[in-house]
């Protein structure tokens, strides 16, 4: 039974630790940089933006964009 909670703590950890870890900041050397047309913008994840590109399977995000002020309204009209 000791052993079991052992792991199970162990295991509950490593969960939290990759859960929890912040999100890396990409420097604009290491950015990839797409020309396309947006095709759409919705909401996603926790107040991130997310973009689809035509003719791109990709999807692109603004992590925690609506909290920085972005409105997805405003940037659908532009």
């Known amino acids: 039974m000791k052993n079991i909670l052992i792991v199970l703590g ?3 950890l490593i969960i939290a630790v990759l ?3 912040p ?3 990409v420097s ?3 950015a990839v940089i797409e020309k396309a047309i ?3 913008i919705y ?3 926790v107040n991130d ?3 689809r590109l035509e003719n791109n399977h990709r999807r692109y995000y603004i992590n925690s964009g609506l909290e ?3 409105v997805i309204n405003s940037l659908r009209e532009n």
Do not use: T, W, Y
């Open 10 to 12: 162990v295991l509950f």
């Open 19 to 21: 859960i929890f870890r």
């Open 23 to 25: 999100v890396p900041i």
């Open 28 to 30: 604009e050397k290491n």
């Open 38 to 40: 947006v095709s759409d």
């Open 43 to 45: 909401e996603g994840g």
């Open 49 to 51: 933006i997310v973009f």
């Open 68 to 70: 920085r002020g972005l």
